[in-house]
């Protein structure tokens, strides 16, 4: 079990970029899940995928903002023409299908937005 | 809406038994309690959840009232390690996603 791998750690980006973010979860799981986090409150549900099918996505994921899961592995999280309002920490997680089980997190992606 | 209710922070002793509180009075029969933990700088860790029965593991034990409107995560001698904000959160079979709030903020003191 090598947990879940979010790549990259730190991401500085200008405002009006657009950034890619990757998740590589727990092999043998197959819901994968983001959230986001800002500094003091606790992380917010995004999206989340059971194998490739993307079966819920919150509010807060705008138009610009878009998850993928092609092969039902890893996932990646672009944000298009970001703005200062998405520096935060996003995070992602995996989990086996059944019910109740718990959830793996890794150590996010951090992203400044100047 | 996190639907679980936890005091916003918590002091302890190093080597002394901790007991964090979580209400969750509107839990239906379906869902689980769950127990994260966070550390600054790093994702949150599972720590331990249950449904009904009181659970014990490795990091900890979980006390589950009768009525399951409230529950206690027990960690049995906290280590400046253990410092950190603790999450309760009902989690429904069904459910697709974990509802964080903003947990309790667990100091330790040497």
């Known amino acids: 079990d090598t947990g879940v791998s979010q790549d990259p750690r730190h991401k500085i980006t200008k405002r009006g970029q657009n950034v890619t973010f990757r998740c590589d979860p727990i092999s043998e799981h197959n819901r994968l899940y983001w959230y986001r986090q800002t500094l003091g409150q606790g992380p917010e549900f995004l999206t989340y995928f059971q194998n490739e099918a993307q079966l819920e996505k919150s509010r807060l994921l705008s138009d610009r903002f878009s998850a993928e899961r092609p092969k039902g592995s890893f996932s990646t999280l672009e944000i298009q023409r970001t703005e200062q309002g998405d520096s935060a920490m996003y995070l992602c997680a995996s989990s086996l299908r059944r019910a109740g089980s718990p959830l793996h997190f890794g150590n996010g992606t951090r992203l400044t937005v100047t | 809406d996190a639907k679980t209710t936890q005091p916003n922070s918590m002091e302890s002793n190093e080597e002394e038994p901790v007991h964090l509180p979580c209400n969750h009075s509107?839990?239906?029969?379906?869902?689980?309690i769950h127990w994260y933990r966070q550390l600054p700088s790093q994702g949150p860790e599972y720590v331990i959840h249950?449904?009904?029965s009181n659970v014990n593991n490795r990091m900890a034990s979980l006390a589950i009232a009768e009525d399951r409107k409230s529950s206690t995560l027990i960690l049995h001698r906290a280590t400046l390690r253990d410092a950190a904000v603790y999450y309760c959160?009902?989690?429904?079979?069904?459910?697709?996603?974990?509802?964080f709030g903003k947990g309790t903020k667990l100091s330790v003191k040497p």
């Open positions: 509107t839990i239906s029969g379906t869902d689980y």
């Open positions: 959160i009902r989690y429904g079979g069904s459910q697709g996603n974990l509802i």
């Open positions: 249950g449904l009904t």
